[in-house]
């Protein structure tokens, strides 16, 4: 164990992995218009999901429930239903990569 002055009582492995996130966030951050980043978009996303999924504590499947058909309506709104307000599908121009109207009043 190990003790810093700004992390307090920490072991070497949570320090090692600690540097080792933040370079690998650098370097996405660095290289994310390249080519290949996706795949560090996609592992810095999948860390995120766990990361929530271990500081959310769900008291039942009730909740659970509740929580991932809000989600599904939320995509449902972006996908189907933003066309109608923003003249374009706002997920499916992500998607593609295209640029989106810098002014948000010239949607409409």
Known sequence: M???PLL???SILSLVVLIFAWAFAIFWATTRKASYS???????????????????????IKVATVLL????LYDI???????????????I????G???????SQCF
Do not use: Y
Request: aromatic share 10%.
């Open 38 to 60: 996706w795949i560090g978009q996609d592992i810095l996303g999948i860390c995120l999901m766990i990361t929530v999924l271990q500081l959310a504590q769900l008291p039942n």
């Open 8 to 10: 307090g009582e920490i």
């Open 93 to 96: 121009a992500v998607a593609r």
């Open 77 to 91: 709104f972006w996908v189907f239903l933003s066309p109608a307000i923003f003249h374009d599908s706002v997920m």
């Open 98 to 104: 295209e640029k989106l109207a810098e002014n948000p």
């Open 69 to 72: 058909s809000c989600a599904f």
């Open 2 to 4: 190990l003790n810093l």
